[in-house]
């Protein structure tokens, strides 16, 4: 009865008319029960059916109808028992020349069984145009929104090739520049010149001090200096002897006396290029 995943509409149609063995209803039950998407279908089913008994048009029964059906069965009846009586045939041999003829012998239940069959085929039908429409409905929306997505990947393939496009860098708003030094070294004449700007504010017992590293012994202090208000700050042509190859400067805050060596952590430090004179 399913195909091991979920039940057909056909059999939910059966089902929602109770037209089913008890076995398969059983069975049919169970699965509705684990199965959210079948019993999902399972209502709309009912709800399609039970719209369709309403769409029905209800007439009255005829005047006398009652009356003659019960006289019809009863005559039935008697001509039944009489050919039995006479015959003395078991009535499972009877044949289908004993059964009065004519369009009103036949049971009632023939002409219901084939408006059931119809309702039954037709809401099999109903049921499976509306799953198809609900795959065509998820299909085209699947679809606009794959159109979408390549309509936007397309427009941004365009603005990052389009030559006429403005590329802006952006930086954080009113951010305080790095502190910054630059040394000029002539060792042959022992000078020296130091610029640095964007310098922190130091406290009155401290100061800013110039480092010569050399390529061999200990660092050499340069002089100190401390920043303006705007954090600029020079040291011009301090006492330095002359020849000294230096291979790196560095700055530190020391004591406001200076100190004999520097005090971690290196606030600003570069390499001296190679080849100076």
């Known amino acids: 009865m399913t195909d091991g995943r979920h039940i057909p509409q056909e059999d939910l149609a059966f089902y929602a008319m109770g037209a089913l063995t008890p076995e398969e209803a059983a069975e049919m039950r169970a699965h509705v029960d684990a199965c959210a998407l079948c019993r999902g279908e399972l209502a709309a089913a009912a709800g399609d059916l039970a719209l369709m008994a309403m769409s029905v048009e209800q007439h009255a029964v005829p005047e006398g ?3 003659r059906f019960q006289a019809r069965i009863a005559e039935d009846a008697g001509v039944a028992a009489e050919s039995e009586s006479s015959t003395r045939v078991p009535a499972q041999v009877i044949s289908m020349e004993a059964l009065p003829r004519g369009r009103a012998a036949w049971p009632m239940w023939v002409a219901w069984g084939a408006v059931a069959a119809l309702v039954v085929l037709a809401a099999g039908l109903e049921l499976r145009v509306r799953s ?3 795959q065509l409905q998820q299909q085209t929306a699947l679809v606009e929104v794959q159109q979408a997505a390549n309509a ?3 427009m941004v393939m365009e603005l990052l090739s389009a030559p006429n496009a403005q590329h802006v860098l952006l930086t954080a708003a009113k951010s305080k520049p790095a502190p910054m030094a630059k ?8 000078a020296l010149l130091l610029q640095a700007s964007n310098l922190e504010p130091l406290p009155g017992d401290k100061t800013y001090e110039l480092w010569v590293i050399p390529m061999k012994g200990a660092p050499m202090a340069a002089g100190m200096f401390k920043p303006d208000a705007a954090g600029n700050a020079s040291l011009v042509m301090p006492d330095m002897p002359i020849g000294v190859e230096a291979k790196a ?4 805050i020391e004591k406001a006396g200076g100190a004999s060596t520097p005090t971690m952590p290196i606030v600003l430090a570069g390499a001296a290029p190679a080849g100076g004179l």
């Open 65 to 67: 109808a009652r009356q």
């Open 132 to 134: 198809l429409d609900r």
């Open 152 to 154: 936007r990947a397309q």
């Open 183 to 190: 040394a000029i070294y002539m060792r042959s004449k022992g």
């Open 249 to 252: 400067f560095g700055v530190t």
